[in-house]
T-cell receptor, first 116, second 117 residues
Framework: DVKVTQSSRYLVKRTGEKVFLECVQD?????MFWYRQDPGLGLRLIYF???????EKGDIPEGYSVSREKKERFSLILESASTNQTSMYLC???????????????FGPGTRLTVT | AQKVTQAQTEISVVEKEDVTLDCVYE???????LFWYKQPPSGELVFLIR??????QNEISGRYSWNFQKSTSSFNFTITASQVVDSAVYFC??????????????FGTGTQLKVEL
């Protein structure tokens, strides 16, 4: 069965802290994605990756960075957390090459991050 | 730019009623895919259906059906005889080809469906 796991379901951090959100998929998918979900705004793409060590900016990359050292793992980093980064963060993965858009994305359960 | 509009923020129905969730999209791509996802209270988005831009046949899967009309840029989702377990947020999404050759999904803002006894 397809599985995307995220390191935490709930996380509380202080303003200015460096925050790491981890995502692991066991499907050998090439593509991985990080979204944030906010009420009334739907899902917005932060960063994505087509392959190991590759990354592309999404629609709202400011304040975030990512790391993909291994195919199965995609990390989202908040360099200096701010209160406006309080949100639900969703990770997803998808098979196929960078140009293949026919396949669906598989999502993890999400991490609800609160920055105080 | 691509856009997906789900005008219905929240819908409440009584169990066994039929309900239609609307999705209207904008794209300049000639080839594209549309998706529906369900997000139950547990939080994990679950894939429901994929439809490519060249296939306008309606699709039925059990109590679920989808109506794709290219002429009106709509991809609506109907649940027949709704059940409490259908309560969730439903997202419509559109594939987008990027200038660098990659692709991503553009999501609508979602429709919260509440099915009550």
């Amino acid at each position: 069965d397809v599985k995307v796991t995220q390191s935490s379901r709930y996380l509380v951090k202080r303003t200015g802290e460096k925050v790491f959100l981890e995502c692991v998929q066991d499907m050998d998918h090439e593509n991985m994605f990080w979204y944030r979900q906010d009420p009334g705004l739907g899902l917005r793409l932060i960063y994505f990756s087509y392959d190991v060590k590759m990354k592309e900016k999404g629609d709202i990359p400011e304040g975030y960075s990512v790391s993909r050292e291994k195919k199965e793992r995609f990390s989202l980093i908040l360099e200096s957390a701010s209160t406006n980064q309080t949100s639900m963060y969703l990770c997803a993965s998808k098979r196929g090459s960078a140009t293949t858009f026919v396949y669906e994305q598989y999502f993890g359960p999400g991490t609800r991050l609160t920055v105080t | 730019a691509q856009k997906v509009t789900q005008a219905q923020t929240e819908i409440s129905v009584v169990e066994k009623e039929d309900v239609t969730l609307d999705c209207v999209y904008e794209t300049r791509d000639t080839t594209y895919y549309l998706f529906w996802y369900k997000q139950p209270p547990s939080g994990e988005l679950v894939f429901l259906i994929r439809r490519n831009s060249f296939d306008e046949q309606n699709e039925i899967s059990g109590r679920y059906s989808w109506n794709f009309q290219k002429s009106t840029s709509s991809f609506n989702f109907t649940i027949t005889a709704s059940q409490v377990v259908d309560s969730a947020v439903y997202f419509c999404a559109l594939s987008e080809v990027l200038s660098g050759g990659g692709n991503k999904l553009t999501f609508g803002t979602g429709t919260q469906l509440k099915v009550e006894l």
